[in-house]
């Protein structure tokens, strides 16, 4: 069973707020400016009392519960809307809830439903005494790396910055859960038909909205949980569905977890790793805890074989088995490794180094996750890093992470181990402390209302949607281009080869 959506219900905080707006307005009518002026301060402290009455009386049931206390006496800073507010689509059931209501059939082989729970996070994680700090484990679950939809629209409910009436919005989020929806037909065959079927539905529902005929999309948003490749198909036969090929999606902006660099409306964001913290004292405890990590190995590679010709994956296993005295292997033929595991997270608590080739796509979660441990990311492909994730990471990949082209070391002419011991305990502090400062910003925190400091990933994402349909507003053109979406075609194709592989492993 799923939990109950959202940690609090949002139709019961608009009654709130509405019923205190209801009884300002009363209090301060112009018909009592005579008792305005002349007992101004009497009423002030009425007012005053008023107000916390109404506040204690309709809370008392939650008053020690902290998430309601946040919202409350929310920060200084979180009052601020600068860029404008968002307004969230009430979509009929079918294009999110209903998921979950029927998580056991998303997938043709497993269910769903543990994977997708605790509002997106997934089950708590278990066994990690004596390799996370004691009183961190509670805020580490097994996080599904596609569960971006339910985290984002769960945070989009509880935002500071969300408005309930469309007319005072600056942009509209649309929670369709795109990526599950498609997820149940990827692998199996289906018709176009089938994988296309719910963007159909969501298209003719969303187009008959007044304000998506006021901007045609240019002021909406989506989250996909997948990445961008997904939703991409120009032929029937190929991978995935079309819905970003679809009139209906050329001016919406799309958070995703690997964007097309050719496609400037898709903005990706982090993967979700495995740690949700609770507070900013949690992020700082991290922080110091991967600081000060003694690191046993020079590099690690976690992952799994594919069999595909010439698969880098397999070129990479081999050679760390035969490192074994500087590289540490976790191999996800023996160790299951989808959700996260222990023996991931110690393998990169415990080395200098991970190696992140392409995964599925040319990113993987697994770059989050050695990051998120303080381990330097060793990329082949530029595209892993380079143009993805520009909001969250430094500006220069090479600040943070190491790159060597993987010709070099498919042909022998470069050693991984010699280009890593190349650099120097100075140069491994310098890059590792690049690495810290992204952590607290590709984390998605656990607070349904995020944390009093730290802005996570998704406060990072939400404000920058807002700030570019803000800069957009001038009615600048979209540059999506049918030249972008040809050039992709062939990438489609590849990837479809890549997938149909049976009994295939997702890490
Ligand atoms: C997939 O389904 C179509 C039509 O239902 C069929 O023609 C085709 O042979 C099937 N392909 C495989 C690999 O089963
Ligand atoms: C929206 O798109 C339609 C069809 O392309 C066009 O006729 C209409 O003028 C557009 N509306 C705005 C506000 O741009
Ligand atoms: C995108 O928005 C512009 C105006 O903002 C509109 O003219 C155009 O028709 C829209 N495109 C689509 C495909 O709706
Ligand atoms: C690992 O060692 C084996 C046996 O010496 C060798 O055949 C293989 O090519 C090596 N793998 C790599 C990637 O160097
Ligand atoms: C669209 O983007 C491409 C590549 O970034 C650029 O060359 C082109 O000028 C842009 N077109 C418009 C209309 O902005």
């Given amino acids: 069973m799923i939990p109950p959506f959202g940690h609090s219900s ?14 300002c307005k009363k209090t301060f009518s112009p018909g009592q400016a005579y008792f305005f002026v002349h007992h101004r301060a ?45 307004y969230v689509y009430n979509l009929p059931e079918m294009f999110n809830r209903e998921f979950l209501n029927k998580c056991h059939e998303l997938d043709p082989w497993h269910s ?9 996070f997934g089950p708590r994680a278990t066994g990690l005494a004596g390799i996370v700090p004691e009183n961190l484990a509670p805020a ?8 971006g939809e339910i985290i984002y629209h769960n ?5 500071k ?21 498609v997820g149940k037909y990827l692998f199996t065959n289906s018709s176009a038909m089938e994988r296309d079927w719910h963007c159909e539905m969501l298209t003719r529902w969303v187009q008959n909205q007044q304000y998506w005929k006021r901007s045609n999309g ?18 029937d036969a190929d991978w995935g569905s079309s819905f970003i090929n679809k009139p209906f999606m050329q001016n919406i902006t799309r958070l995703t977890i690997e964007r097309s660099q050719w496609d400037p409306l898709d903005v990706s964001v982090p993967y979700p790793t495995g740690f949700h913290p609770r507070s900013d004292a949690d992020i700082r405890q991290w922080l110091n805890f991967v600081r000060t990590r003694k690191r046993k190995s020079l590099f690690t590679f976690v992952g799994g074989k594919r069999s595909i010709k010439n698969d880098f994956r397999s070129l990479l296993l081999s050679y760390c088995y035969n490192e074994s005295d500087s590289c540490r292997v976790v191999d996800c033929a023996r160790t299951r490794c989808q959700d996260g595991t222990s023996a991931i997270i110690e393998a990169f608590l415990d080395s200098d180094f991970c190696l992140q080739p392409r995964g599925d796509a040319y990113t993987r979660r697994s770059q989050f996750d050695c990051m998120l441990a303080g381990s330097i990311p060793v990329f082949f492909w530029k595209r892993s890093v380079y143009d993805q994730y520009q909001w969250f990471f430094p500006s220069d990949p090479a600040s943070f992470s190491v790159f060597i082209d993987r010709k070099d070391v498919r042909n022998g002419a470069i050693s991984i181990r010699r280009v890593l011991e190349s650099f120097s305990r100075e140069d491994v502090r310098r890059i590792r402390e690049k690495v810290f400062e992204s952590i607290p910003k590709f984390l998605y925190a656990n607070p349904s209302q995020g944390l009093e400091i730290s802005t996570d990933a998704f406060d990072i994402a939400i404000n920058g949607v807002l700030r570019r349909i803000k800069e957009q507003r001038g009615g600048r053109k979209s540059n ?20 149909t592989v049976k009994n295939l492993q997702m890490y």
């Fill in 155 to 159: 945070r989009m409910l509880n935002y």
């Fill in 42 to 86: 009497w009423l002030f402290v009425t007012s005053l009392f008023l107000v916390f009455l109404l506040i204690f009386v309709t809370d008392t049931p939650h008053i020690y519960n902290k998430s309601t206390r946040l919202q409350l006496f929310p920060a200084p800073h979180a009052e601020k809307c600068e860029s404008g507010k968002v």
């Fill in 161 to 181: 910055c969300r408005t309930m009436e469309p007319e005072s919005a600056a942009a509209f989020y649309v929670p369709f859960y795109a990526g599950i929806a």
């Fill in 10 to 23: 949002p139709d019961l905080q608009t009654l709130k707020k509405s019923k205190s707006t209801l009884v």
């Fill in 140 to 147: 580490w679950y097994w996080t599904d790396m596609f569960a």
């Fill in 480 to 499: 999506t281009t049918k030249e972008a979406n040809e050039r992709e075609t062939s990438w489609a194709q590849y990837q479809v080869d890549e997938l």
């Fill in 218 to 235: 240019s002021d909406h948003f989506i989250m996909f949980g997948r990445a961008t490749w997904d939703f991409r198909r120009t032929n």
């Fill in 112 to 120: 769903r439903c543990n994977a997708l729970s605790n509002n997106g």
